[in-house]
Each structure stands twice: as structure tokens, then as C-alpha cells.
């Protein structure tokens, strides 16, 4: 049997570990402000991920008319060289004709010139409906960036490597040092609303913009 300090010791124990485990678990109220913390926080990083998806769509699809340009220039320096011996052989089997155009030599060049003059055909054509999509996710990359710069600010890691975009984007309105969530002023919200149209994921800023702020 425990003494009389011995289960007084045991009790206090047990009440402490208690407080310690609600303690963690937090109130209800507390609980809130984190969701609501963490609300604010996703919907910092959807925008900031919308505007740097925008940046290297871009860049992608600038990278892929520079390399069907390159294609396009190898295959037009390709035909120039089968042009050049294609009429030497027509000055050489000129006689022959029309055995000519029975020659395995002339058959083999036609083929190859007709594959590049498709080759190029197509190429100009990709070039031209990549750069209808580039215009268009420039457009969007440009209004876009002005909407959400308008109630968020940038900024670029000292270590970011040249032509990267690490850009990290925070909330104009900053909150408290003891605030959890910092409901945005009125304005900011109206164009959070907007802002968040434009998301493939808008649940969160959408969320946040409802909190209002405090009277």
C-alpha cells in the first residue's frame, strides 16, 4: 500500500500529464486559428505556384519553338545539299531520260527531299500554334502577376541561382507577432476574391477571403 506522500505524489503526476496532454491538444479556439493559419498559408502558396507555373509554361513553350526553329534550319541546310546533288545527277543521266526517273540514286533523293519538305511543313506549323498558346499564357502570366501584386508583394532568395524563379510571394497585410491569422482589410479581400478565380485550386483563398476583419 502506497503511503499517504507516496499517492499524493502519484495524484499530481497524473493531473499534470492530463494538463499536459490538453495543453497540446489545444483549445477549440486555438485549433480555429491554426486552420485558419494554415488557410492563409495555402493560399499564399496556390497564388505563388500559379504565378511560377505561369513564368515556366512560358519559357517551356519558348523553348520548344526554339527547338523546332533549330529542326527546321538543319532540315532546310539538309535540302539544299539533296537540291545540289539532285541536279548533278540530273546533268549526269540527262540522256538516260526517261530512265532517269527510274534511277535508284534520284528515286532515293526524291524520298528523302519529300520527308523534309513535310518535316518543315509540319515544323512551321507547330512553331505557329505554340506561339498562339505562348501569346495566350503570356497574357494570363501578365494579369495575372498585376492582380496578384496588387495585395501581394515579391521577393528573390539571395541564393537563387541566375534565371530561376524562386520567387516567393507573402501577403501586403502582414500579421501580428502574436496573431495567428490577420483577417484582410476589405479591399484585399475583394481582390483575394478575384484572384482566386483565376486558381485551379481557390477553396483556400476563397476561405480566407470571407474572414472579416475585426471591428
Known amino acids: 500500500?502506497?503511503?499517504?506522500?507516496?499517492?499524493?505524489?502519484?495524484?499530481?503526476?497524473?493531473?499534470?500529464?492530463?494538463?499536459?496532454?490538453?495543453?497540446?491538444q489545444g483549445s477549440p479556439a486555438?485549433?480555429?486559428?491554426?486552420?485558419?493559419?494554415d488557410m492563409r498559408e495555402l493560399c499564399r502558396s496556390e497564388v505563388s505556384g500559379t504565378l511560377l507555373t505561369a513564368y515556366n509554361d512560358v519559357d517551356y513553350i519558348k523553348g520548344l519553338i526554339a527547338l523546332s526553329e533549330q529542326k527546321i534550319k538543319d532540315a532546310k541546310a539538309r535540302q539544299a545539299i539533296l537540291d545540289g546533288e539532285y541536279a548533278i545527277l540530273r546533268k549526269e543521266l540527262s540522256p538516260a531520260i526517261p530512265a532517269f526517273d527510274l534511277d535508284e540514286k534520284v528515286l532515293a533523293l526524291r524520298f528523302e527531299l519529300e520527308i523534309l519538305r513535310e518535316h518543315i511543313l509540319e515544323g512551321e506549323k507547330y512553331i505557329g500554334e505554340n506561339r498562339q498558346l505562348m501569346a495566350k499564357r503570356e497574357e494570363f502570366r501578365k494579369t495575372f502577376e498585376t492582380l496578384a501584386l496588387s495585395i501581394f508583394k515579391?521577393?528573390?532568395p539571395k541564393d537563387a541561382p541566375p534565371g530561376a524563379y524562386s520567387i516567393r510571394m507573402d501577403f501586403k497585410h502582414a500579421c501580428g507577432p502574436y496573431e495567428l491569422l490577420c483577417p484582410l482589410p476589405t479591399d484585399h479581400g475583394v481582390k483575394l476574391r478575384k484572384i482566386a478565380e483565376q486558381l485551379e485550386r481557390p477553396q483556400w483563398c476563397e476561405r480566407y477571403s470571407q474572414v472579416l476583419p475585426h471591428p
Open 1 to 24: 500500500m502506497l503511503s499517504p506522500s507516496l499517492f499524493h505524489g502519484a495524484i499530481m503526476k497524473s493531473l499534470q500529464g492530463i494538463l499536459f496532454l490538453s495543453l497540446c
Open 30 to 37: 486555438v485549433a480555429r486559428e491554426e486552420a485558419r493559419h
Open 154 to 156: 515579391t521577393t528573390l
